[in-house]
T-cell receptor
Framework: GDSVTQMEGPVTLSEEAFLTINCTYT??????LFWYVQYPGEGLQLLLK?????DKGSNKGFEATYRKETTSFHLEKGSVQVSDSAVYFC??????????????FGKGTLLTVNP | NAGVTQTPKFQVLKTGQSMTLQCAQD?????MSWYRQDPGMGLRLIHY???????DQGEVPNGYNVSRSTTEDFPLRLLSAAPSQTSVYFC??????????????FGPGTRLTVT
């Protein structure tokens, strides 16, 4: 079945540091890929997405590129801020069989940014 | 639009009690789902629905019941609460129209403690 593996945290950075959170996936067909963010005490919200190979999703200074050859969707940001402190989830929507709606999530990576 | 709403925000139950977690959305989404979030486990799908009158089991359905009598509402029932059901519960909804990426919209969550 489909699966998502993302780097385990926690990740602690200083403000303005470069961020990478690795995400790799296993899926049949042509999945869509997502990054969700969960701020403390809140639900998840979509950060960015990519629906086909070589697409780059971007939002709020974050970027991720859908790499089919390496089955990866790594999240990057050039200069993090304290307000980026949150839990980040990588997820995929399977491209074949089953419900079109179902998402498979990674376990989440806690990011803490210190001033 | 209120988006996805969940009540209550917090709940404490004793072992063996039953209760219903409420979820409603005002976006006319056909897909709704319930997840539980536990430390180190990411989000796990409990039950989902692809439309009124249609429900199906997810990854961890035991001890939970759902029904979908309207497009808007998707309540989750705990039949006989157990300490293992202590968790944060999230409801989500999605639509799948032409060109949709099936993005899921999440509610703010219900934090449940079973003693």
């Amino acid at each position: 079945g489909d699966s998502v593996t993302q780097m385990e945290g926690p990740v602690t950075l200083s403000e303005e540091a470069f961020l990478t959170i690795n995400c790799t996936y296993t899926a049949t067909g042509y999945p869509s890929l997502f990054w969700y963010v969960q701020y403390p005490g809140e639900g998840l919200q979509l950060l960015l997405k990519a629906t086909k190979a070589d697409d780059k999703g971007s939002n709020k200074g974050f970027e991720a590129t859908y790499r089919k050859e390496t089955t990866s969707f790594h999240l990057e940001k050039g200069s993090v801020q304290v307000s980026d402190s949150a839990v980040y989830f990588c997820a995929l929507r399977g491209g074949s069989g089953g419900s079109n709606y179902k998402l498979t999530f990674g376990k989440g990576t806690l990011l803490t940014v210190n001033p | 639009n209120a988006g996805v709403t969940q009540t209550p925000k917090f709940q404490v139950l004793k072992t063996g009690q039953s209760m219903t977690l409420q979820c409603a959305q005002d976006m006319n989404h056909e897909y709704m789902s319930w997840y539980r979030q536990d430390p180190g486990m990411g989000l796990r799908l409990i039950h989902y629905s692809v439309g009124a009158g249609i429900t199906d089991q997810g990854e961890v359905p035991n001890g939970y019941n759902v029904s979908r009598s309207t497009t808007e509402d998707f309540p989750l029932r705990l039949l006989s609460a157990a300490p293992s059901q202590t968790s944060v519960y999230f409801c989500a909804s999605s639509y799948g129209g032409t060109g949709s990426s099936y993005e899921q919209y999440f509610g703010p969550g219900t934090r449940l403690t079973v003693t």
